[in-house]
């Protein structure tokens, strides 16, 4: 109606998936053809298009007649409407086609698509690769010849296959291009992988190091007692040597020196198995402090924003931030704190405030975790969420449904809780280790 009522210039898609049935290229078949389509339109759709080309139809002079008119538009429908099909030449259906409905063929002109020379498929992995952040220049220029390569070998095995399968493999420019889009998508999960990875052996190094000075400063203790018994028992040899008499007391004597190496090797014992119990202990709690992180690292600034419209949030919402600022109080100089305790009647007016600065504010959560290696944190803090925690809707799943920045605080404060018991029950560890 467009093409032969108003004169406008259409193009008609129709690709090979969108036949469902063979019957469809009958009528394409027509329309290639004749430029028609036989009882296409009712007679009174007949009418109204004669009624609308009548006009223009004898503006060209060539009379009104219903002939006349369905013949002009019949020629302007050939002229304005062009049909673009995409069939694919895998396998017979192509074949079939073009037998049982010859105008395909016969009334189209076929795009011939010829291979991309090695040049252009280089400029093109070039250009995509571009963006691609890469250790070195040295890597990327590799890289950028390895892709027109593989494409120029994929090639070549597939004129193998046909000449000795009689099977055709075929490869297309968009698969180049989908080839380079693999690898982008590859080399950066990869490269986050990577990136995460390393960020936890650093972690796990700097724990062993720490844990490597304690049993470094132990070591040399055990030494010096070493030698302190090393010295008792010669004593008591030179006292035996001289008064011979006094065997007997220089028996006792020597007893007493093997006594104390036994309670050194005892000590050492002790020890390793003290340290032992503590590095296995800080171990466990890395998980925790990595969800903690991820907790806060998945939230969204926008989110902050959202609540801070909220003058009266749900339960929920407003006992979660009322955690954090348990846990915050002496350590966040906004929080008001008396007695070492939190002192807001309105805990979401404080809350408010603090996320006024959404990013500063997430900045000293995730600084929070230093501060309880230190021990700067107070165990009152901890000791005032308790009864929180314990609550079974005290959930990341439950508060999520409230509020999604709200649900990655609760896992932050669960997670941040978890690691301070752990911190917190290694810590007589520590000082029995110390104490020696």
């Known amino acids: 109606m467009k ?25 394409i078949n027509d329309l290639l053809s004749s430029g028609e389509i036989a009882d296409l339109f009712q007679a009174e759709d007949v009418d109204g298009i004669v009624n609308q080309v009548r006009g223009p139809c004898k503006s060209e002079g060539l009379g009104d007649t219903p002939q006349a008119c369905w013949k002009f538009f019949i020629d302007r429908v050939k002229k304005n409407l062009h049909m673009s099909l995409c069939f694919s030449p895998v396998g017979d259906a192509f074949r079939n086609r073009a037998k049982k409905f010859p105008a395909l063929v016969n009334c189209s002109v076929i795009d011939w698509f010829h291979p991309w020379p090695v040049e252009a498929l280089y ?21 950028t010849k390895f892709m027109p390569y593989s494409f120029k ?41 990577l990136a995460k990875n390393l960020d936890t052996y650093e972690t796990g190094v700097l724990k062993l190091t720490e844990t490597g000075e304690v049993v470094a400063k132990l070591e040399e203790d055990l030494k010096v007692m070493s030698v302190e018994v090393e010295a008792k028992k010669k004593s008591a040899d ?24 036994q309670k050194c090797a005892k000590i050492k014992f002790d020890v390793e ?17 990595a969800k903690a ?22 339960d929920a919402i407003n006992e979660t931030f009322t955690c954090v600022l348990h846990l915050l109080c002496s350590i966040h100089k906004d929080v008001p704190v008396k007695g070492g305790k939190l002192a807001a009647p309105d805990t979401w007016k404080v809350a408010l405030s603090l996320m006024g600065n959404p990013a500063a504010f997430l900045d000293e959560l995730m600084n929070f975790k ?19 925690l314990a609550k079974e809707d005290f959930n990341v799943e439950s508060i999520s449904k409230k509020s999604g920045a709200a649900g990655g605080l609760c896992d932050w404060i669960i997670n941040i809780s978890a690691y301070y018991d752990v911190v917190v029950s290694v810590e007589p560890l520590r000082n029995a280790v110390r104490d020696g």
């Open 293 to 314: 992180e991820a907790a806060l690292a998945g939230l969204d600034i926008n989110d902050f924003r959202n609540l801070k419209a909220l003058k009266k949030p749900p």
């Open 273 to 289: 198995k003290l340290v032992s119990e503590a590095q296995a202990s800080l171990d466990k709690a890395e998980p925790l402090v």
């Open 370 to 388: 230093p501060k309880v290696d230190d021990d700067k944190v107070p165990a009152k803090n901890f000791a005032a969420i308790r009864e929180t």
């Open 123 to 143: 400029s093109v992995a070039e250009k995509f690769l571009a963006e691609v952040e890469m250790a070195t220049d040295e890597i990327r220029a590799g890289i």
């Open 3 to 27: 093409s032969g009522g108003k004169d406008e210039g259409l193009c008609f898609l129709f690709t090979e998936g969108q036949i469902t049935k063979e019957e469809f290229l009958v009528y």
């Open 238 to 261: 030179e006292q035996a040597t001289i008064v011979g008499a006094e065997k007997a007391k220089v028996e006792i004597e020597n007893d007493k020196a093997e006594v104390e190496a």
């Open 153 to 193: 070998i994929v090639n070549e095995y597939s004129e193998k296959i046909l000449d000795q399968e009689r099977r055709y493999v075929y490869t297309t420019p968009k698969s180049f291009l989908e080839l380079i889009k693999l690898f982008k998508v590859m080399y950066s999960k990869k490269e986050g992988q």
